[in-house]
Every structure is written in structure tokens, then in C-alpha cells.
């Protein structure tokens, strides 16, 4: 059994209908959780459809609300999908057969702009930088659509559209809910590669993604957490020398507006340093 968890904060009723409509359209997916974090989601009229009503405390604590609630029908995985994302025809099929290959945990889509006049690459995978950031791979390139491949290996996935496996979010414990918003799934990746787990893009799975359409418009919020949580992320997956490069990057970044934003995630990164760093330890040992 395949089950579909919506996270949805303050999309639009026609946003989220595109998204579940999508969805409940695909051939082998049993059932669809939609966890509302803002109060305000009014789903689609479906037998197939739940909805959990949670607060609202991040990105990662609704998906894993879903996911906890999904397992009432003990699914052999989870799609994992923003409320700004539809998925096209023949979506799921490869995405499924992907995580049939051994020790691989999670199988992402490729990620289209929807509002690009010519079809455009938001995601075929995850990787990070040199200096901790996450980086969507082949951001904004034409997809030609070309070549044979179909699958693709990659180093970490994103939380935007992702099949994950229910021994995965087992082994893993599902995303590390005090990052909010921003790199949990950074984070996630990380971990789960040191427990032995592989990631794929299935290329011949496609889905169209509006981008950043239900995160809000609070920028100063958006710039703090992006930077806080590049940093605790580093501290706890990085090499010394990515670390030493991540925080020369904050310090960098005082120089330029908004100074106080990149102060304050600058000092709440550090902070959390001792706890990100003890938890890496603990991470090995296990």
C-alpha cells in the first residue's frame, strides 16, 4: 500500500484541489493524508482523503504527523508531496520500482517549474555545497528530456515530492522536527546515508512544482531559518572543513542586509553547535 501526505499550511482551495485531484487520479495510490498545520485547509469531498488538523510546528513535524498517522494502514511506503506540487500521468509507477533495488530508501521525482514558458528543472536531486548549502540539482536547466537514463543516483533527496520507505523512516526516525522549516530534509538525507541508505531520481516520474506557493511571504523569517538551519545541519553531517566554510560564509553575510536577520542566525547557529555536534557522535556510534 502506497499513501500519499499532503503538508499544507496556507495554500488556496484551488492550489490544494490541483494538488489532491492529481493525486487521487494515480492508478495504485490507496490513500491520501492531507495535514493542515494552518486551520484552514477544506479538502476535496473523498473517501480516500484524511485530514489531520496539527499546529503548526514546521515542516518536518507535519510530515512526520503524517506519517505516523498513515501507518494505521501499515503502508510499505509514503509519498511525501508540498500542497503546491502536481503530479502528472505515470507518476508513481517509477518511482515504486525504484525503491524496490536494495537499501534504497527514498526515490524522488524530477521537479518541472509550472510556471516557466518552457519546461525547466527545479530538482533532480540534492547536494551540498562546499559551504553546507543545499543545492537543487540542475536548478533552472532546460529539460531537454534527452538520453536513456531513467534512474539516477544522488546524494540526498528533496522534501518537496519523495517516496520514502517505511523501513527507511523506521532506521532514520523521519525528519529532526526542530529545524522548522528549511534543511530538515538535508538533514534527513545525511543521516540516513550513514545508516546505509541510497537515494534515486526517477526521471521518467515527473512533476510540476509552482515553488514556494504556501511558505508565506515572511522573507526576514525565511533568510533566518534558511541560515540557522544550513549551519545546524553542517555541524551535525559536514566535514571540519565544510563546517570551517559554512560558518565563514555567516560571518560573511553581516556585512550585507538584513544585518540583524544574519546576526541572529548566525549566534542561534553556534548555539546549537555543542548539541548538533554531540548528536553526530552519538549518530557513528549507533
Known amino acids: 500500500m502506497i499513501v500519499a501526505v499532503v503538508v499544507t499550511y496556507s495554500a488556496t482551495a484551488d492550489l490544494l484541489d490541483r494538488c489532491l485531484r492529481a493525486l487521487l487520479a494515480t492508478p495504485d495510490l490507496d490513500r491520501v493524508v492531507v495535514v493542515d498545520t494552518g486551520g484552514t485547509a477544506r479538502p476535496l469531498d473523498d473517501d480516500r482523503i484524511d485530514v489531520l488538523h496539527t499546529a503548526n510546528h514546521g515542516y518536518g513535524a507535519a510530515a512526520n504527523a503524517g506519517f505516523a498517522f498513515a501507518r494505521r494502514y501499515s503502508p510499505s511506503a509514503c509519498f511525501l508531496v508540498n500542497d503546491d506540487v502536481v503530479v502528472r500521468d505515470g507518476w508513481l509507477a517509477p518511482l515504486v520500482a525504484a525503491l524496490d533495488a536494495p537499501a534504497v530508501g527514498a526515490v524522488q521525482p524530477k521537479l518541472l517549474y509550472a510556471d516557466r514558458p518552457s519546461p525547466t528543472v527545479n530538482s533532480l536531486g540534492v547536494v551540498v555545497g562546499p ?118 560564509l555567516s560571518v560573511r553575510r553581516l556585512r550585507h542586509q538584513p544585518r540583524r536577520v544574519h546576526a541572529k542566525a548566525l549566534a542561534a547557529g553556534l548555539a546549537g553547535a555543542p548539541g548538533r555536534l554531540s548528536e553526530r557522535i552519538s549518530d557513528r556510534r549507533a
Do not use: M
Request: hydrophobic share 35%; charged share 25%.
Open 131 to 248: 559551504d553546507g548549502a543545499g543545492i537543487d540539482i540542475a536548478v533552472g536547466a532546460a529539460d531537454t528530456d534527452g538520453g536513456a537514463a531513467t534512474e539516477r543516483e544522488i546524494d540526498g533527496f528533496t522534501g518537496g515530492a519523495v517516496l520514502l520507505s517505511r523501513a527507511f523512516l523506521d532506521a532514520t526516525g523521519g525528519f529532526d522536527e526542530r529545524y522548522f522549516l528549511y534543511y530538515e530534509d538535508v538533514d534527513l538525507s545525511a543521516r540516513g546515508r550513514r545508516l546505509g541508505w541510497r537515494y534515486r531520481c526517477a526521471l521518467t516520474s515527473v512533476v510540476d512544482h509552482v515553488g514556494s506557493a504556501s511558505t508565506g511571504a515572511d522573507r526576514a523569517r525565511t533568510r533566518y531559518l534558511q541560515e540557522r538551519n544550513r549551519l545546524w545541519c553542517t555541524f551535525r553531517n559536514g566535514d571540519p572543513a565544510t563546517i570551517g566554510r559554512a560558518v565563514w
